[in-house]
């Protein structure tokens, strides 16, 4: 299941790739007729993909917003034009970082990124999909620091697989029912028993499913905490699946 925090974050990187921004939400009026060309570009260059790309209804307030917050003067030092908006992620510097990332997080929202995760969910084939009540708990649960790290990472160059098992981990802490329905799915639970496992993992438990999944062989102690977290929850370990 953290397959699908690695999409996510392929995503972001499609938008950290092309350009950045920081709005309110709503397209930026009174662009100059250059900063509307390169608005342009970049909406065009958003778009192309919608396949890599899933966020094209918000693209026109991301590169509107992005022009309109940076002006023209800047956009030109950082190498745009109306013919090239492409700038290397890893490469741009943290004032644009930060900026790009808070205008995803307005632009897209944190409600938009958590739908967005709930139907990868539905198409990966590494665990049970999560929930439209699972996305509500990530929108209520994680903070905009920790949507807006997430985010970030976009820009970083290294194993994307790490951090969405780092993210996952921090997901399954919060919302541990989304742990509870796929131990459900992995071992036959039901829900009370489910329930009883999720919110008794230890953290080590819940870094190793988050990493790898529960199915993978498991240290001798991880093992016995494990074991401990079933029986203790009046799981009667002769009928796991």
Do not use: H
């Not at 509107?64 to 700038?87: A, H, M, N, P």
């Not at 741009?92 to 709930?118: H, K, M, R, W």
């Not at 489910?194 to 001798?220: K, W």
Request: aromatic share 8%; glycine share 8%.
């Amino acid at each position: 299941m953290k397959k699908i925090f690695c999409l996510t974050l392929t995503a972001c990187f499609v938008l950290a790739a092309c350009g950045s921004s920081d709005g309110d939400g709503e397209s930026s009026d009174g662009l100059s007729s250059g900063e509307q060309a390169i608005a342009d570009a970049l909406t065009a260059e958003l778009i192309s993909d919608p396949e890599f790309f899933p966020f094209v209804d918000d693209a026109t307030c991301i590169s509107e917003t992005s022009v309109g917050e940076l002006g023209l003067d800047k956009l030109i030092e950082l190498g745009f034009t109306e013919t090239s908006v492409d700038i290397a992620a890893a490469e741009a510097p943290e004032e644009l970082q930060d900026s790009f990332t808070n205008a995803v997080l307005d632009c897209i929202g944190t409600s938009g990124l958590a739908d967005y995760i709930i139907e990868a969910s539905a198409e990966d084939d590494d665990g049970a999909p999560l929930r439209m009540e699972d996305a509500q708990c990530l929108v209520d649960s994680l903070s905009r620091e920790q949507w807006f790290e997430f985010v970030k990472t976009s820009f970083e160059e290294g194993d994307d697989e790490a951090f969405g098992a780092e993210f996952f981990t921090l997901i399954l802490k919060e919302c541990p029912q989304i742990l509870a329905n796929s131990l459900m799915e992995d071992t036959g639970l039901d829900r009370e028993q489910a329930e009883c496992v999720a919110e008794s993992l230890s953290e080590n438990l819940i870094d190793l499913f988050a990493s790898s999944g529960l199915e993978d062989d498991l240290p001798p102690d991880a093992l016995g905490d494990l074991i401990e977290a079933f029986v203790g929850c009046g799981v009667d370990l002769s009928q796991l699946e």
